[in-house]
């Protein structure tokens, strides 16, 4: 399975962004999948993520009411809406896919997309 990121770019701290992961495959019913980060000179994290019903989803501490993990399996594609962006949030924003079936978000990624730069301005 294949994965695209896109809909980084730059904006202005307190600004928004909405990013989008295209996935090859069919995602309903099949993949929990999440949206990672990794800031210049940091290991990479995770951001939110969202189980394979769509019914959980996980927020980092630092992101927790201002970004949402949404689905959209009609169309095969994550989002991830990111408001009042902060200068902190800067990174690459990766998206992934699991094939974890269980009860909850899953603890491991399957595949991986090549990441897309979000760059705020302070």
């Known amino acids: 399975v294949q994965l695209q990121a896109s809909g980084g770019g730059l904006v202005q701290a307190g600004g928004s962004l909405r990013l989008a992961c295209a996935v090859s495959?069919?995602?309903?019913?099949?993949?929990?999948m999440g949206w990672f980060r990794r800031a210049p000179g940091k290991e990479r994290e995770y951001v939110a993520l969202?189980?394979?019903?769509?019914?959980?989803?996980v927020y980092a501490d630092s992101v927790k009411g201002r970004f949402t993990i949404f689905r959209d399996d009609a169309k095969n594609t994550l989002h991830l809406r990111m408001n009042s962006l902060k200068p902190e949030d800067t990174a690459v924003y990766y998206c992934?896919?699991?094939?974890?079936?269980?009860?909850?978000?899953?603890?491991?990624?399957?595949?991986w997309g090549q990441g897309t730069l979000v760059t705020v301005s302070s």
């Open positions: 992934a896919a699991s094939l974890f079936k269980g009860a909850g978000v899953a603890p491991t990624y399957d595949y």
């Open positions: 969202v189980g394979w019903s769509g019914d959980t989803t």
């Open positions: 495959e069919r995602t309903s019913n099949r993949y929990a």
